[in-house]
């Protein structure tokens, strides 16, 4: 079993910065690629930033590049995602997932998720 828990998330005014976390257990180590998504309220999970096994490798997506950035302490078994310049618009629920074989944007591959952190941004 893998468990994923988010935490991190809260209320902020745009342009602040806010750091997550997602720290992993159980079978979850440094061999898995983690990502995190993101998912507003009537929209679909959407992919923010996902991590090589040893973060030397990291995408993120266009809406959140150069604000955003991930990373991950393997001795730690935890995934961060700092988060800078916020917008209204990166309203939505934070969710980290991992995978023992994938490094994808597609939310459907990913075999473990935690159940997310509310991020709210206020204009």
């Known amino acids: 079993q893998v468990q994923l828990v988010e935490s991190g998330g809260g209320l902020v005014q745009a342009g602040d910065s806010l750091r997550l ?3 992993a ?3 979850a180590d440094s061999t898995f690629y983690m990502a ?3 998912q507003a309220p009537g929209k679909e999970r959407e992919f923010v930033s996902v991590l090589t096994r040893s973060s ?3 995408d ?3 809406s959140v590049k150069g604000r955003f950035t991930a990373s991950r302490d393997n001795a730690k078994n935890t995934m961060y995602l ?3 310049s916020l917008k209204p618009e990166d309203t ?3 969710f980290c997932a991992a995978d023992p074989t994938t490094y994808s944007r597609n939310p459907n591959v990913y075999d ?3 159940r997310g952190t509310q991020v709210t941004v206020s204009s």
């Open 21 to 23: 976390s997602c720290a």
């Open 25 to 27: 257990s159980g079978r």
């Open 36 to 38: 995190w998504f993101r």
């Open 56 to 58: 030397i490798g990291t």
């Open 60 to 62: 993120y997506a266009d």
């Open 82 to 84: 700092q988060m800078n």
């Open 92 to 94: 939505a629920v934070y």
């Open 112 to 114: 473990y998720w935690g």
